[in-house]
């Protein structure tokens, strides 16, 4: 049984605690956090043992940092143990951000997590790293990583820190930038009385293609057809100034992909 203690009391860290509490090959020995409030709320839901200080941090397998990136730095340097393997769980933040004293590592579960909504984290993707390429005790932290992801997801493969950073900027393009879209088409429905759960079917049918088909050839649109009329008819609907700057945006990159 690997032994884990999780630094942070947000979202990830959250959703950590409720998927590790399923696994039967690992587990949150301690939670480490500011708020004593939340802390003792994570007690009596889990009965994890907690604490407010670092010093006071238990003996354990994976020291699992998932708090704000801004933060990773000063937390990991303030550790008060030294040789000892450390990951963060950020997905744009380079694995040299924890503190050299201890064994860098980085468990980064590639999804969106919303508070309140649980995810089945057997098909979230893990992407782990550890050490570099002058650190012979690698392969040996490496194998941790993924025994311990394992007993999460069926989906865990080994990236570089770059290749990490591709990644997160892709998922920013097809889950943030996406969810903006449907917050700006929710929003020019509500002005006409539209309801927006019309749209639902054609999202999850849109998200499907790419499962058989890839994103370019599944493109559809007045922007692909190259239909300036239609376009003309939409900006003409767009009241707010900043969405018909979207709208020409996204149109226009369309079309220089498509051609």
Known sequence: MYKIVLIGTGNVAYHLIEAFNKTNNAEIIQVYGRDVKI???VNSKYHIDYTDDLHNLKNADLYLIAITDSAIAKVSSNLPFTNRLVAHTSGATDISIIDDKNKRAVFYPLQSFTKGKSVDFA??????????????NSNK???VLKNIASTLSNNVKEISSVQRQYLHVGAVYVNNFTNHMFSIAKDI?????????LLKPLIAETVEKINSTTPIKAQTGPAKRGDVITEKKHLELII??????VYEVISKSIKVIND
Request: proline share 3%; aromatic share 6%; charged share 35%.
């Open 39 to 41: 802390l003792e709320g």
């Open 123 to 136: 098909n979230i993707p893990i992407l782990v790293e550890a050490g570099d390429n002058n650190d012979s």
């Open 189 to 197: 429905l509500h002005d006409a009385e539209v309801d927006f759960d």
């Open 141 to 143: 932290d490496i194998t």
């Open 240 to 245: 707010n100034k900043d969405y018909k700057d």
